[in-house]
């Protein structure tokens, strides 16, 4: 079965600069998605950015970046020039692999917070 | 921009009662699913729901659980006979087209269920 796994519970960012949140995921098919959705306190899920298992190029979506290292089976998104607006949970999760289905596998989540 | 539209933001029921829960899905996607996430938890998957038939389901979604699309717009989940355990936020979503992984879901503001 695949797995989704998000090492970092917590994580705090100086405002203005770069963050890397973390996301590791296991999979023995090579055909795949992976997003990233961002839940703010107020609690709605909100679509950030994908990457496909067979995208040659790094995905980047506005101040949103994926760091995609498929043999390492990591998918980092990388936030930079951090804003008080971005302190919300993150959420990696995985479409397709091993489910050979359309749900989302979601990993546990990194809680970002961001200082003035 | 479209978006999927949950009703009630927040749901207080008696431990034993039926409850509904109800989506508009983004008009012209096919694919819907429910998810939910018990505070403080990952999101997990429940069942996803194509051409008027369930697509997909998870080990949670017993027959306790039921989806239906009464009308053309309508996606609703039914919990009879709720337990304590079933307060969660319940999220609904929709994408495009099934079978490609690079469609992203897109989830409402979700429906808070809180089981006295």
């Known amino acids: 079965a695949q797995k989704i796994t998000q090492t970092q519970p917590g994580m705090f960012v100086q405002e203005k600069e770069a963050v890397t949140l973390d996301c590791t995921y296991d999979?023995?098919?090579?055909?795949?998605?992976l997003f990233w959705y961002k839940q703010p306190s107020s609690g709605e899920m909100i679509f950030l950015i994908y990457?496909?298992?067979?995208?040659?190029q790094n995905a980047t979506e506005g101040r949103y970046s994926l760091n995609f290292q498929k043999a390492r089976k990591s998918a980092n998104l990388v936030i930079s020039a951090s804003q008080l607006g971005d302190s919300a949970m993150y959420f990696c999760?995985?479409?397709?692999?091993?489910?050979?289905?359309?749900?989302?596998?979601f990993g546990g989540g990194t809680r970002l917070m961001v200082k003035p | 921009e479209p978006e999927v539209t949950q009703t009630p933001s927040h749901q207080v029921t008696q431990m034993g009662q039926e409850v509904i829960l109800r989506c508009v899905p983004i008009?012209?996607?096919?694919?819907f699913y429910w998810y939910r996430q018990i505070l403080g938890q990952k999101v997990e998957f429940l069942v996803s729901?194509?051409?008027?038939?369930?697509?997909?389901k998870s080990e949670i979604f017993d027959d306790q659980f039921s989806v239906e699309r009464p009308d053309g717009s309508n996606f609703t989940l039914k919990i009879r006979s709720t337990k304590l355990e079933d307060s969660a936020m319940y999220f609904c979503?929709?994408?495009?087209?099934?079978?490609?992984?690079?469609?992203?879901?897109?989830f409402g503001d979700g429906t808070r269920l809180s089981i006295l």
């Open positions: 979503a929709s994408s495009e087209a099934p079978g490609a992984t690079n469609q992203p879901q897109h």
């Open positions: 999979t023995s098919d090579p055909s795949y998605g």
């Open positions: 990457q496909g298992s067979y995208d040659q």
């Open positions: 999760a995985m479409k397709g692999g091993d489910n050979a289905g359309n749900m989302l596998t």
């Open positions: 008009s012209n996607h096919l694919y």
């Open positions: 729901f194509y051409n008027n038939e369930i697509s997909e």
